[in-house]
C-alpha cells in the first residue's frame, strides 16, 4: 500500500482457484502446476471480491490445462479472520490455499485475531483494482459532488456500507474520500458486511445511502443500471465505465485494493514451489490476462518471499493509516 498527498492507499490484488473441476488435456503435469486434492478457501461470502476472483481463476486455470478436481469453498466470518485462523491451523497442508488481501490485514486488527498473516505462507499478490462508489439507480444523487455535499451536511444520515471490516479496503477507501471532502472520519456511518455479496443487497434495498467496493465486483450491475457509478477511487478512469476518479472530481485522493494467495504455514520447500508454479503459469496464460482486462483489474504479480515483506510493509501501513485518520 502506497501513500500518496495528502493520503492514498495502493495496494493489488488476489487469486483464489475455484468452481466446478473441468478434465483437460494441457501440460499441467510437465510445469509441475497439477496438484491432486488441492482445496482453495475463499474467506468471506459468495459473491464478494475474493469469490468472484477465485471462480474466475479456477476457471482460467481449468482451461488453461493446469491443474483439475480443485475444490473450493467458503468460509465466512469476521472480515476473514475465521478462514486465516483454520487456515494457520493446517500446518504442513500442501494442498490447501486461500485468497486473501488488504481485507483480511485490516480485519487482523480490527478482531484482535490471534492468527495473523505473519503465520502463514505468502504464495502471491496477483491483481490490483480501484474501488468503486455506488447508489442504487433509484437514488437522489447523480453526481459524487451531490453526495459528498449532503454527507458533509448529515454524516451520520447517510450510512456508506462496505464489504470489509474497519481496516480493510472498502471502510479505508470512504474514510479517506470523506477526509478529502472536508468531513470527520470519526463521524462517518460506516456499515461493515461480509463481502461484496451482503453488500450488494444493502445497497439495492437502500439500508445504505452509497456503498464502496471493487470494480470487478460490481461491473454487471453497473453496465445493466441496477447501480449508479459516481466515482472511481483509483488514480486513473476505468476503460469501458463512464465515471471520474475522485481526483478529477475535485478531491485529493485515491486508492486501490490487492488481493493474493496464502498457505498454510510448515510447507516444504516441494510443496511451496508447487503453489507458486500454479500461481505464476495462471498468471502467464492468455485465459487470466483477459481476465483481468474484462474485470477491470491491474496485473501486480509477485511471488514468495518478497510478497511476504510486502504484507509486513501493509500490515504497518494500515496501523499507520488508522491512526492518522483518528480510528
Known sequence: MRLRTPLALLGAAVLVLTGPPLLTTGSGAETGTQIPGLRFMVPNTPGGGYDITARTAAKNAEDAGLTHDIE?????????????????????????????????????????????????????RLTEEPDVVVVAKDSPYKDIKQLIDAWKEDPGKLPVGGGSSPGGPDHLAPMLMARAGGLTPKDVNYIPYDGGGELLASILGN???????????????????????????????????DAPTLREA?????????????????????????????????????????SLKKNGWHDAFLTGDKFGEFLEAQDKRVVSVLKELGL
Open 72 to 124: 473450493v469453498f467458503n468460509l465466512p466470518g469476521a472480515g476473514g479472520t475465521v478462514g486465516l485462523a483454520r487456515l494457520v491451523s493446517e500446518h504442513g497442508n500442501g494442498k490447501l490455499a486461500m485468497s486473501m488481501g488488504l481485507g483480511v490485514v485490516g480485519a487482523v486488527h480490527s478482531n484482535d485475531a490471534p492468527k495473523t498473516l505473519a503465520d502463514t505462507t505468502p504464495i502471491a
Open 207 to 241: 439500508k445504505v445511502a452509497f456503498g464502496v467496493s471493487g470494480v470487478g465486483e460490481y461491473l454487471d450491475q453497473i453496465k445493466s443500471g441496477e447501480l449508479r457509478l459516481l466515482a472511481v477511487t483509483g488514480p486513473e478512469r476505468v476503460d469501458g465505465l
Open 250 to 290: 475535485g478531491y485529493d485522493m485515491d486508492f486501490t485494493n490487492w488481493r493474493g494467495i496464502v498457505a498454510p504455514p510448515g510447507l516444504s520447500d516441494a510443496e511451496r514451489d508447487k503453489l507458486t508454479n500454479l500461481v505464476t503459469e495462471l498468471h502467464d496464460s492468455k485465459e487470466w490476462q483477459e
